[in-house]
């Protein structure tokens, strides 16, 4: 057969070596010879019978342009899609085309139900001529004679709100709740527009607004003069007024004076922080606006009358011992911050940003209490809102040494809010003592609560995580905690959670502080509506005593409310005789609804992520002069 080489070497010496094994066989048996040939016969012959070894088959291949493909390859993919489709990409095309309803929006949660009853307090709190819509059935039209003695005010002084249980309406806090409630609205509005709040808080703001409007000459450019309030209540009086007396607004028919003021660098002020304020919420409303901008330069103007720099309840015993004012500074920076918002005129901020200001406001003297928010101390609010005019647009010098110092102070006053840095006292229960265990504690809360959660959101907006409180790293996350933490739990490792969460009935006495809310709540309250039934009677000014004295539950629910709050032992008495605690204001359901818009999570993410950059800057220019000239008005 063939020669083979299976060792390696030259085939020479494989020939050679066939030749001797050919020799040698010449010697062998031929039988044994014969067999082998016999042998090698059947393999060939074999070979004839099977024929020729089958060739394998070649692979067909597809040139897809950039890549070559197997045709089997390329079949298998082909019937894996057609399978996929039919069994998972048609069921979902035959489900969808089948109607259905559309699934309703996710349950709220706990904030978002107490921010529906804290709102509707307000309708509850309106003067004036109702709106049928109003939304109170025990509540009628009431003061309609207000103003009545103000002879250069057409109409009079009807409208506004009720400041708290009784039936004065004090200028002063009503326009810081107005102011409170327009902030809430700018920062947050796509959350009331996803939880359908954002035409009635509008409304409510607007029917603030109005009333303003009416308490100076707002179509003048010049005045000398401002209404401060309507009613008074004499201190342990005998005469029949707004404390003597115990009616219901609709049955009042005793004596409601006016007091104007012609100093009140402070009200002023205030005033002009409301309207500034609310032409921002109204733009979309270009009239209204600028009617609210033009009364807000007026007013403001006034506050800022060089000689008349009183404070406006100085030797006014009527209002003295409710809304005493014990700085203007505050109101002043407070004040500029809004117009210069409300109108990006530069005179505003260069004003707001002079270091002869926060000087004479004592903004960075580390004085505690004046780290509180509150009707009568702006400080902490001004300065987060000018801190916002650094953290979003950051305009650089000359304004950015003060809005340093009023962006680091800004800070501090966030690390004084946590228990572990002992700045305030707490509660055994989790409640904060911002007003040191006096009356009224929730409404501090709520409003300082509301401050904690907007600098969380202001830091979450421009992606910074936290700041530092000594060598102590505080995350937004913990301040949002200490918020809540007011309306809920007693945990004293976290912040602003804990404080929402405390008012609405996590708490020693496992009730909630807002009227409505949960199955336990105050229901004696220090309110002259809420207490006297609505049934046609109209009561004298002693008549309704008996309903002052009652043990009795409230005939009327005064939905929303949230009263005074607890003593500083977390201990609460349920009775209309404990004002301090069961005495629902005007400011205080501000800041809580101010507080549970920030907080909520419905709507949270709608629009913006956190807060809504954009509006408050909408009239400020894009670029801001290297030197504006020195603010004329200032004196000091």
Same mark, same amino acid.
């Given at each position: ?551 009795? =539950?409230?005939? /009327?629910?005064?939905? #929303?409310?949230? &009263?005074?709050?607890? @003593?500083? *032992?977390? %201990? $609460? ?24 818009? =920030?907080?909520? /999570?419905?709507?949270? #993410?709608?629009? &913006?992520?956190?807060? @809504?950059? *954009?509006? %408050? $800057? ?19």
């Amino acid at each position: 057969m063939y020669s083979a080489n299976h060792w390696g070497g030259s085939f020479e010496i494989a020939d050679g070596a066939a030749e001797d094994n050919h020799s040698r066989n010449m010697d062998l048996d031929r039988g044994a010879l014969s067999a082998r040939q016999h042998h090698e016969l059947d393999e060939t012959q074999q070979s004839w019978l099977l024929g020729p070894p089958e060739a394998k088959k070649k692979d067909k291949y597809v040139d897809l342009g950039c890549v070559v493909v197997k045709r089997k390859v390329l079949w298998w993919a082909f019937w894996c899609v057609v399978a996929a489709f039919v069994l998972i990409g048609l069921p979902i095309i035959i489900a969808k085309s089948i109607p259905h309803k559309k699934p309703g929006p996710p349950p709220p949660d706990q904030y978002t139900e107490a921010l529906h009853k804290a709102l509707r307090f307000f309708n509850a709190q309106k003067s004036g001529r109702l709106p049928k819509n109003n939304g109170v059935p025990w509540r009628g039209n009431s003061g309609l004679s207000d103003g009545s003695d103000a002879k250069d005010v057409k109409g009079g002084l009807v409208g506004g709100y009720y400041d708290a249980g009784d039936n004065i309406k004090f200028h002063f806090p009503m326009a810081f709740s107005m102011t409170l409630l327009s902030w809430s609205v700018i920062e947050y509005s796509a959350r009331y527009k996803a939880v359908g709040e954002y035409d009635h808080v509008r409304e409510l703001i607007k029917w603030g607004t109005d009333y303003l409007l009416l308490t100076f000459n707002s179509s003048a450019s010049t005045i000398d003069k401002v209404y401060a309030q309507v009613g008074v209540a004499k201190i342990n009086g005998s005469v029949p007024d707004d404390h003597y007396c115990w009616n219901r607004p609709e049955d009042m028919s005793y004596p409601r004076p006016t007091i104007a003021v012609s100093s009140a660098p402070d009200l002023g002020a205030e005033i002009a922080a409301a309207l500034a304020a609310a032409s921002i919420v109204f733009r979309d409303n270009a009239a209204y606006s600028k009617k609210l901008t033009q009364g807000a330069a007026t007013v403001y103007k006034f506050a800022r009358q060089s000689g008349h720099r009183t404070p406006y309840s100085l030797r006014q015993p009527d209002i003295e011992y409710y809304y005493n004012s014990t700085s203007y500074w505050d109101e002043y920076m407070w004040s500029a911050g809004w117009m210069y918002y409300a109108t990006g005129n530069t005179s505003y901020i260069s004003f707001a940003t002079d270091p002869r200001l926060p000087k004479n406001a004592k903004a960075f003297f580390n004085i505690l209490d004046f780290s509180v928010f509150s009707w009568d101390n702006k400080l902490p609010g001004a300065q987060l809102l000018l801190s916002r005019l650094r953290m979003f647009l950051n305009p650089g010098y000359p304004y950015e040494e003060s809005l340093i110092g009023y962006h680091n102070a800004t800070s501090l006053n966030m690390c004084m809010y946590f228990p572990r840095f002992a700045a305030f006292n707490f509660t055994k229960g989790g409640m904060a003592l911002f007003n040191h265990g006096k009356g009224q504690p929730l409404q501090y809360v709520v409003a300082n609560s509301f401050l904690a959660s907007l600098y969380a959101d202001y830091m979450e907006a421009v992606n910074v995580p936290g700041w530092y409180c000594g060598p102590n790293f505080m995350s937004v996350n913990d301040l949002r905690d200490f918020a809540k933490s007011q309306f809920l739990t007693t945990m004293a490792s976290v912040m602003m959670t804990e404080q929402l969460n405390y008012i609405l009935g996590d708490n020693p006495r496992k009730m909630s502080y807002v009227v409505g809310f949960g199955k336990k709540y105050p229901r004696h309250l220090h309110h002259r509506g809420a207490s006297t039934p609505h049934n046609g009677v109209k009561y004298s000014c002693t008549g309704g005593y008996k309903w002052r004295d009652t043990k009795k =539950a409230d005939p /009327n629910v005064l939905t #929303g409310a949230m &009263v005074g709050g607890p @003593d500083r *032992n977390d %201990m $609460f008495k349920d009775s209309r005789n404990t004002y301090g605690q069961n005495e629902p204001t005007l400011v205080g359901n501000a800041g809580l609804v101010a507080a549970l818009v =920030a907080l909520t /999570n419905s709507g949270r #993410g709608v629009g &913006v992520t956190a807060v @809504d950059k *954009n509006t %408050m $800057f909408s009239a400020v220019p894009p670029m801001f002069p290297a030197a504006p000239p020195p603010p004329s008005s200032w004196k000091p």
